[in-house]
């Protein structure tokens, strides 16, 4: 039986009433930055099992520069099936959105887009599976606020309040991109941000800075190649040595 996808729609709006019911109210677990790195992304997931009452938090920076992006929309499109999911938005997904709409690929292409569109048989955009995939894409964010945390790709303003941030459409942009905030110890937010895109080989706990790019998908830098989750309010790192073999970066 084929089912269609205002039933498939149903079905998950079914779970995630379910989930909803068992969540652990103010309970997160932050996920970074993943790039075209299933297997690893898949043990990071089964070593954080017995947390599957908290709202799963992904950073962002799906797709690009490791070995397949599609495996891992294919595996979190099934994943947020039975667990609660937020899935923020990386510069990565912009650009590939950009570059899809506007048809100006080069920026993309210099920053592992082609790796991406290899995951896809070279035919992004031109095989009908790929309509889930570019809704998904689609339906990303660019950040999540709760009470106690502003979980963003990258970062923000060090020097002006999240509220001033989200007030002005022209900030959107640090969202995706953002640094500055790393050479601030004291930034002026009112509440934690959580953020990736940046790797360091270890992750960052300063005042109301959470830092989780570890950069899984840069495994032959010494240092590197780990992909890291975050336990929220814990602040409990739990991270996961690369298991993919990223040939491009």
Not at 47 to 67: K, S
Not at 153 to 178: E, R, T
Request: charged share 20%; glycine share 6%.
């Amino acid at each position: 039986m084929t089912v269609s996808k205002k039933q498939d729609a149903v079905c998950l709006t079914a779970l995630q009433a379910i989930k909803s019911n068992n969540l652990s109210t103010n309970n997160y677990i932050a996920i970074g930055d993943i790039h075209g790195c299933p297997y690893s992304m898949i043990a990071l997931l089964e070593q954080l099992e017995e947390y599957n009452d908290r709202t799963y938090i992904f950073i962002g920076d799906y797709i690009d520069r490791g070995p397949d992006s599609r495996g891992v929309v294919d595996y979190l499109l099934q994943f947020r099936k039975t667990h609660d999911c937020i899935f923020i938005r990386g510069n990565h997904e912009h650009m590939m959105l950009e570059a899809l709409e506007s048809g100006h690929t080069t920026l993309w292409m210099q920053n592992g887009g082609n790796v991406t569109v290899q995951s896809y048989n070279g035919k992004l955009g031109k095989e009908e599976y790929f309509d889930d995939h570019l809704e998904f894409y689609n339906a990303t964010r660019l950040y999540h606020e709760t009470d106690d945390y502003f979980f963003v790709h990258a970062g923000l303003d060090p020097n002006i309040s999240i509220k001033d941030a989200l007030a002005d459409p022209s900030n959107f942009d640090d969202f995706l991109w953002s640094r500055d905030h790393l050479q601030s110890n004291y930034p002026v937010w009112e509440k934690t941000v959580v953020f990736g895109h940046t790797p360091r080989p270890e992750p960052i706990l300063r005042h109301r800075m959470i830092g989780i790019d570890t950069g899984c998908v840069f495994k032959n830098l010494p240092g590197y190649g780990i992909l890291t989750a975050v336990l929220l309010p814990e602040k409990k790192f739990i991270s996961q040595a690369c298991l993919d073999n990223p040939e491009f970066y």
